[in-house]
């Protein structure tokens, strides 16, 4: 089986590739990647040399390396997003040109060539926020409220016409918060890490109270594993492992686990639009496939936070880029 990954030198590209080679050993991988600001090629240093994997450095929107490439491939999962909700409001109009433009040409690239399977990772962003009760279904109709998660949803609408239309084989999950090694340090986790590794305060937006359900980031590979090899065409699934938490929650379990106390805490202005609470409901994914999380939020935490601790030269690395 031939693979094209895109966006895999990001955080869940690159622990999704590394799953498939190692779950699948004779599987080839095509990871087509721009290399943007969180692109990060010592994110796969472990697996660079595998036979079985090839590097491609360029753009999801440039059409005839896309169609070069899909040619050569049986199935596309495609992971490469601007992806950080705090950029979509400051400077919207690269997430339209990466997440729905970019999808586009790959939907119309596989259509034409005549792809097996199309597989477009999404975000549970897409179906909004929810109140104190009830969860994201499959059901639940979109209403995104940031440009990122707009931009997702768009580019899932996409995903559903090239079904309803031209009976594309496309599947499309909607996962949770993903937490893991490998998470460029701009998102909560390991952003307070590398903060707190300074000894510097973390910024918490408004009161804290905001709810992610959170999943370890390999066991989302597995369940994109699982939904391409198992999943019904043209559906949609739901991923998450009911693992609710609040900001303030998050936070004070890594100040704790790094030795600090909560005056690190420093509450800063609220994000804008920012959504209340967020909670996806897993039943389909684990009733039709069988899928379930492999840990708790105890143990992928505790992996993680260790996993950051032990790899400070990847963050110091990254740091160093930043201030080029
Ligand atoms: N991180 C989460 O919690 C989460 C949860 C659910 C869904 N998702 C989705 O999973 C996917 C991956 O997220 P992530 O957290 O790994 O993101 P990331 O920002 O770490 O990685 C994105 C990757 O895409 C690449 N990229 C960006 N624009 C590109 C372009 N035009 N052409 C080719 N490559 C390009 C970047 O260089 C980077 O390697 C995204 O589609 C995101 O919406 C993320």
């Not at 929107?61 to 950080?84: G, M, Q, T």
């Not at 009976?167 to 893991?180: D, Q």
């Not at 420093?266 to 379930?292: C, F, P, Q």
């Amino acid at each position: 089986m031939k693979l094209l990954v895109t966006g895999g030198a990001g955080f869940i590209g690159s622990c999704f590739i590394r799953h498939i080679l190692k779950k699948h050993p004779e599987y080839k991988i095509t990871n087509l990647d721009a290399l943007t600001y969180c692109g990060n090629l010592n994110n796969l240093k472990d697996i660079e040399t595998n036979p079985n994997y090839k590097f491609v450095h360029g753009n999801i929107c440039d059409k005839n390396l896309v169609r070069d490439l899909i040619k050569d491939c049986d199935w596309v999962i495609n992971f490469a997003a601007e992806s950080h909700v705090d950029n979509s409001i400051k400077t919207p109009e690269i997430f339209i040109e990466t997440n729905i433009q970019g999808t586009l040409n790959l939907l119309q690239a596989s259509k034409e060539i005549g792809i097996d399977k199309f597989l477009q990772v999404s975000t549970d962003e897409v179906y909004g926020t929810l109140g104190k009760d009830g969860y994201f279904y499959e059901t639940t109709p979109l209403a995104p409220n940031s440009p990122y998660s707009a931009s997702k949803a768009g580019a899932d609408m996409l995903v559903r016409a090239y079904w309803e239309t031209y009976k594309l084989p496309v599947l499309n999950t909607r996962c949770s918060n993903n937490y893991g090694p490998y998470q460029y340090p701009e998102k909560l986790i390991p952003f307070f890490i590398s903060q707190l590794l300074k000894d510097e305060q973390v910024p918490v937006y408004g009161d804290g109270q905001n709810i992610r359900d959170w999943l370890y980031v390999y066991d989302h590979c597995e369940a994109i594993d699982t939904v391409l090899h198992a999943g019904n065409l043209g559906e949609v699934y739901n991923i998450g492992g009911h693992n609710e938490k609040t900001n303030l929650e998050i936070t004070k379990i890594i100040l704790d686990a790094m030795g600090k106390d909560e005056s690190y805490i420093k509450h800063v202005e609220d994000r804008l639009g920012h959504d209340r609470r967020y909670a996806i409901s897993n039943d389909k994914i684990t009733k039709e496939l069988g899928w379930k999380p492999s840990l708790t939020f105890e143990e992928g935490i505790k992996l993680t936070i260790d996993w950051y601790l032990n790899n400070q030269d990847w963050i110091k690395n990254i740091e160093q880029k930043r201030l080029k």
